[in-house]
């Protein structure tokens, strides 16, 4: 038995409404790759940032060789030999890649001036010794890097001097397939140094390139431990998928033959190609990994990110929409993902959140009173049962799933003929999920239009009429619910053409 | 409908003080009763403050910042700023008394004076919205560039003499006056008018519910439809004419337009006003109901340190220090409020 430079011990980490990590106890022995896979929200970037110091656990216990960091803070997991390499790194613009390596430590003299010839010696044996001198010029600026060439700064940063566990967090993300290549050459030294690495990746041929051990998260737990040489991607996407159904909710198919949506050939900064179509009375579940480009592909029909190219038709009229004003005027609700950013004002009161989006059509010569937005509002936010004391209660007082729900009366009040709900449980609790899921079923029933982003799989499943999933920018065929299961959407969301 | 039936929970009738409370607004009390103390304070130094004399001057003083910052209420709870407003009330100055002075029309010298106002806030919008600066900092430099606009355009840079009795009305005229009772100033008038309308608009218009959106959260209203950029140009140039509007009575006051003298430092007690009624630093919140109310607490404090005879350095200082305490309560009740949000999330409640 080798012996295990990082131990992880019934870790156990709740946010209000989810148990992110439930008793997941793991460990990774010197000079071993242990790649982390899970499906979005499964407990990978919790656990990634309970063991960098970012958040402190509820429960359980870390190890890091011998010494227990369970409560540590950043600065403390970092000298204690934890360092993780961020999928995206914080690069300083207008400093240099020595200066960038270094930053907050740097090496110094008497009267505290930095020590620039001791910080250019160090920084140059480091990427000696690792073998990314040829890649990049220690003094260039940090605005001046590509992205591979800053990931190789972030990756300096994390082996300075006391390093015992590596974390890479989705480090192909911004590599071509030959910086890929390097990248692997240096994980397999730090291997051989003896180093503990963690590979944290959704690209499943890589992790079995790479990794020695795969575990497998899902919804917080652990639900398996593999080696990698006697398993393969399609054991892997099962233990990462394969959850109970939404219980007690089952979907009547709505669908009308009136098209309310059709978008052809769509493009944008982040989109190429794009074309599908919703019907009234239909949902059409949006499925793909976190920054596919699926809140960016809402904003674009949404008129709140620019069109480059392609048609979007709405009740059968070619539309043009530029802004959010135009989107609403041309009857598109749209519920952000972030709520707290996007969708709420949190000093304002529940009645001007709800009537937000109304106002000018409640209006008469723009006067607009309180008694009107009452009438329109207030029989939605009853509906919704929203456990508010009066409808002058500020929107921040009230919770996580009641502000979801209040945003949902808003588009509810303005009754749109196509609804875009973007993760619409998102940090909601159980109970509060529930009475959402049977909200969007009754609006679909009666003839919206509903296109539903989301990263919770039993969601997708239960709700969709059709699922579509997005992986970098591009939008796959629709699968029709009878098709529909997990793995088949998994293997497309990844890429890795495993089970599809 | 009345404001009664946002109780979603069937409650006894309100009580016709509860009714008051809720049209002055709870956070408003504190000013209520920082001004019944500043009253008793002064009052008990001197009887001159009750005189129906001082009464009446307070009311006069009141009218020029209190134009101001029923404009600046507007301008803050859209979450921005406007520093330019007491240069705009000196160019509106000058322009108002060579339109006077030059065609003998009151009504036209009025009307230009608002107009330049109105004029110099969408400039101030059109550098927020479409160079990108910051509010701050646009209405910063604006505040000098106007400044020099306004000594530009007086012939020689000095104050234009305004002689028509008529237009001196609007800054001295007062109406109702009976006996002893010196009447009601007609600047005072104005306010209280402006006040009204400005309460309306910022309660009960989709233009002031919007600024309340926007103020609250911009990326928010754009989501839900609000044109920023639009409300924007409203916003400033309405604070600009309110701004020349109170240009205009200076003025009438002082029988000349003047490029600096007596609009200078407006800004600071505009904005004073603002914060010390209520408006956050963050923005979507504010009153004109609480903005009206902290303009008189600043002029009877102004006042009262007048009648006890208070040198003005001291009177300066006191002004800084009102700025920030007024904006570290709104900080404070702020953090407040976070931490009465963390502990019910915490605890898990609905």
Known sequence: MKNNVLDI???????????????????????????????NGAGKSTLLKILSGDYHLDQGQVVLDGVEVSHASPLAARNAGFRLVRQEPEIVPDISVAENIFVGEYPSRSFGRV??????????????????????????????LSPAQMHVVEIMRALKPGVKVVAFDEPTSSLTSDEVARLFDLIRKLKA??????????????????????????????????????????????????????????????????????VEGLSSRWHRDISFQIRAGEILGFAGLVGAGRTELAKVIFGE???????????????????????????????PENRKDEGLILVRSVIEIAAMAIYARLARWGVLRTGQMVEAVGPVI????????????????????????????????????????????????????????????????????????????PELLALS??????????????????HATEEAIVALALGSGAAA | MTAGDLNLTNRSPESALSRLTRFVGAENLSLIIALIFLVLAVSSQTEFLFSSRNLFNIGQNMAVVGLIAVGMTLVIVSNGLDISVGSIAGCASV???????????????????????????????????YLRVNAVVATLATMSAFRGIAFLIAPEGRPVGVLDPTFALLGSGRFLQMGSFPGVPIAFAILVGVAIVGYFVMSSTVFGRSIYSMGGNPAAARLAGINLNRMRLWIYAISGALSGLAGVI????????????????????????VFLGGALLAGGKGTIVGTMLAVLLLAVLSNGMNLLGIPTFYQLVAKGLLLVLAVAIGQWRMAMAEKRQAKLTASGAH
């Open chain 1, 115 to 144: 020590d620039f010839a001791g910080l250019r010696a160090e920084v140059t044996a480091l990427l000696k010794r690792y073998g990314f001198a040829d890649l990049i010029d220690i003094d260039a600026m940090g605005r001046s």
């Open chain 1, 9 to 39: 011990r019934a870790v156990g980490k709740s946010f209000p409404g989810v148990r992110a990590l439930q008793n997941l106890s793991m460990a990774v022995g010197a000079g071993e790759v242990v790649a982390f896979v899970g499906e």
């Open chain 2, 250 to 273: 200076v003025t009438a006051r002082t029988s000349s337009g003047q490029p600096a003298s007596g609009t200078q430092g407006l800004e600071l007690e505009a904005i004073t006003a």
């Open chain 1, 305 to 335: 990110f620019r069109r480059i190219g392609g048609k979007v038709t709405l009740l059968g009229h070619v539309s043009d929409i530029r802004s959010p004003a135009d989107a609403i005027r041309a009857n598109i609700g749209f519920a």
């Open chain 1, 465 to 482: 009429d059709r699922i579509v999933v997005m992986r970098d920018g591009s939008l796959s065929a629709p699968i029709e619910k009878l």
């Open chain 2, 95 to 129: 322009v108002c008394a060579l339109i006077v002075t030059g065609s003998g029309s009151v009504p036209g010298g009025l009307a230009g004076g608002i107009a330049i106002g109105a004029v110099l806030g969408l400039v101030n919008a059109l550098i927020i919205n």
């Open chain 1, 382 to 457: 009853r509906q919704l049962e929203v456990k508010t004391p009066s409808l002058s209660q500020e929107v921040g007082k009230l919770s996580g799933g009641n502000q979801q729900k209040v945003v949902l009366a808003r588009w509810l009040a303005a009754g749109p003929r196509l609804l875009i709900l973007d993760e619409p449980t998102r940090a909601v609790d159980v109970g509060a999920k529930a009475e959402i899921y049977r909200l969007i079923d009754r609006l679909a029933s009666d003839g919206m239009a509903i296109m539903m982003i989301s990263s919770e799989m």
């Open chain 1, 193 to 262: 140094e003896g180093l503990g690495i963690v590979y944290v990746s959704h690209r499943l041929q890589e992790v079995m390139a790479i990794s020695d051990r795969v575990i497998v998260l899902k919804d917080g737990q652990q639900t398996g431990d593999l080696m990698t040489a006697d398993t393969t991607e399609d054991e892997i996407v099962r233990l990462m998928v394969g959850r109970e159904l939404i219980h007690g909710f089952k979907r009547q198919e709505t669908t009308r033959d009136e098209v309310v949506l059709k």
